[in-house]
């Protein structure tokens, strides 16, 4: 019970959104969900495709007379949302395969699946558009009707013998909303079951529907049958009932519908249309159907399969992998700009610390090499974990939707969407390493310049996966953008550089060891300057001022470099982690 309701004095402690609902769907019958707004359409096609996040739902739901399994019943059911949500880096064609890939059973080979998406792209009509980037609702790619088609499209690759559709011809003008209506027609013409809430249609699209299950404000219904040819049926049975005015010739059955079944129609009245419906002879006729859908067919079995997911975990690794893998490469703003911004701070760094790699002689020289460090750390770092965030957010929003359809599980996802990033942070490492490397003149040898990159690489990666993990645990990447931010400045206060971690004190010093950017700049420093023998200007060798001014040992190297590999490890299992246990989507 909403705590708005509760201070106007209401005293249950649930509200009670669907109540007593009881009806049936049935094969190559198109079925219009109906009601004004508030009487429960979309909560009532959550419960029955199984979508639903919160509440309490009691009852009784069938499929062929057996109780329904949700795992199962993911695998033969579609559910067309209302908000078209698809990847925008990939295309309709490439859309659609990645859905039949795995939704489709593991004996359907790759040839079938192609010929069996042609069939569906030309039921659905979207040939022409075969190789048309998908892009972001109102920016570019689709128009809003062909993405419409496209998010029914993707539902009838994986063959569901039942498909829901919420709303699919809102925000659609006359001509997009008739093309969506044949391709549901087409739809159901082929022998699937298809429910559709709908939403103020015209006359037209109206009449392509067969039969009407119509709801009250409060989650009852007032009328389930068929509608008839011109709607007739329909009519007929309100034009029956006492009081109710009769519809004017050429006026929307469906507005006059919901004009006379208005709450304020049945105070005029005094009377209440949802125990009208219960006392007709269309309910006791509905109930009988009731009873007879559910009792199994002589002879059938229940449906059953041996695993949750269509395909194995391996194959599920495979295609988010090859989907993240077009994603990327298909998206210049972010790789792009990335590598560009990468460029543009190595050369800026390595001109203003040109040539003090070698630099050893006095203490103020050891900083400003360590001062290019650090720099180069938290600009390139932070550009890395800001820019992946976005990208992450709107790819989330897209895995909750496949995932709820039973296509894989967190893990792939996860697994693909980390791996995609190897591959961009090592040529980004390697460009800002040569880079740098060279202006600042640090010493060539093979090991100094591998400890640099190594480095550079899994810096870049902590920070990437720092990012994601901020996307995964947080609801919306706003959010995340401000967490992540109050993180940036605690680590660059503790990084060991602004003061170094001796000198911190003794009850922030703990800070310092899990601070990632502190490993980093030990690492760093160690690997260039801690095995250096040449005396300084105070006598000390620069080994030995390394350890006294920093706390950093050059026999730690090997530690060091394990722990900065573990904070990569760590981020992105924890990415992992928000994504397969923490669910931001509210139904």
Sequence with gaps: MPQEMKAQGVQEDRLELLKGVSGSFRPGVLTALMGVSGAGKTTLMDVLA????????????????????????????GY????????????????????????LPKDVDSNKRKIFIEEVMELVELKPLRNALVGLPGVNGLSTEQRKRLTIAVELVANPSIIFMDEPTSGLDARAAAIVMRTVRNTVDTGRTVVCTIHQPSIDIFEAFDELFLMKRGGEEIYAGPLGHHSSDLIKYFESLHGVSKIKDGY????????????????ILGVDFSDIYKKSELYQRNKALIKELSQPAPGSTDLHFPSKYAQSSITQCVACLWKQNLS???????????????TIIALL???????????????????????????????????????????????????YRERAA??????????????????????QDILYGVIVYSMIGFEWTAAKFFWYLFFGYFTLLYFTFYGMMAVGLTPNYHIAAIVSSAFYAIWNLFSGFIIPRPKVPIWWRWYCWICPVAWTLYGLVVSQFGDVMTPMDDGRAVKVFVEDYFGFKHSWLGWVAAVVVAFAVLFATLFGFAIMKLNFQKR
């Design 50 to 77: 199984g979508r639903k996040t919160g509440g309490y739902i009691e009852g009784d739901i069938r499929i062929s007379g057996y109780p329904k399994k949700q795992d199962t019943f993911a695998r033969v059911s």
């Design 80 to 103: 067309c949302e209302q908000n078209d949500i698809h990847s925008p880096q990939v295309t309709v064609y490439e859309s659609l395969l990645f859905s039949a890939w795995l939704r």
């Design 252 to 267: 929307n059955p469906a507005t006059w519908m919901l004009e006379v079944t208005t709450t304020s129609q049945e105070q």
């Design 328 to 342: 990327y490469w298909r998206n210049p703003p972010y790789n792009t700009v990335r590598f560009f911004f990468t």
């Design 349 to 399: 760094l390595g001109t203003i610390f040109w040539d003090l790699g070698g630099k050893t002689y006095t203490s103020q020289d050891l900083m400003n090499a360590m001062g290019s460090m650090y720099s180069a750390v938290l600009f390139i770092g932070v550009m890395n974990c800001t820019s992946v965030q976005p990208v992450v957010a709107v790819e989330r929003t897209v895995f």
């Design 406 to 427: 039973g296509m894989y599980s967190a893990f792939p996802y996860a697994f693909g969407q980390v791996v995609i990033e190897l591959p961009y942070a090592l040529a």
